[in-house]
């Protein structure tokens, strides 16, 4: 039976020191050792007021080697002012053979770590998987207005791959 993700919209009124020091790393380089350090994109994310979170439990396959949409995981929301977007997605994730690349994508921009030049890897080469992996985007300067995120999806070799349903979180302004 397939269920309809759920919607929620929380206001929180949580100290702007929360979200104060928040960067990601995008490794341009399948190799992290000290030859070759990760790319940091260091941003300072103010005033994150809203949150608003997209659950579903229900499973999704694909085999695409290229990003297609996770069904489900998408939101419409509006920010006031300009700034930065925060996204945590999360799934139990099956992957045997393969590697499992997941991105996010802001209207029709992907935010960071995004899947470009170098492998966004969420999770990969396992037959299942009770728990949850899990990975946080940074969409930097998001100009206020309303706006499209979305979480995305590939396997590395087109074996199929599999979600055990997932939560997509996004703080915004």
Sequence with gaps: MLRKPKVSRVVLTMCAALFAAASSAKAESGDPSPGHPPEVTSVTCKDLKRIEVVNSNTSSITASTDYTDVPGAGLTFVTKRQGCVLVTFSAPVSAPKTFVLVQ?????????PSGGSSANIFAGQSTGNEYAD???????D???????IRAQWKSTNGVSSGLDGF????AHR
């Design 134 to 140: 899990s990975m946080t985007y940074l969409c930097p």
């Design 104 to 112: 996010i994508v802001l209207s029709a921009l992907t935010c960071l």
């Design 142 to 148: 998001v100009f206020p207005g309303k706006h499209l």
């Design 167 to 170: 939560t997509m979180t996004v």
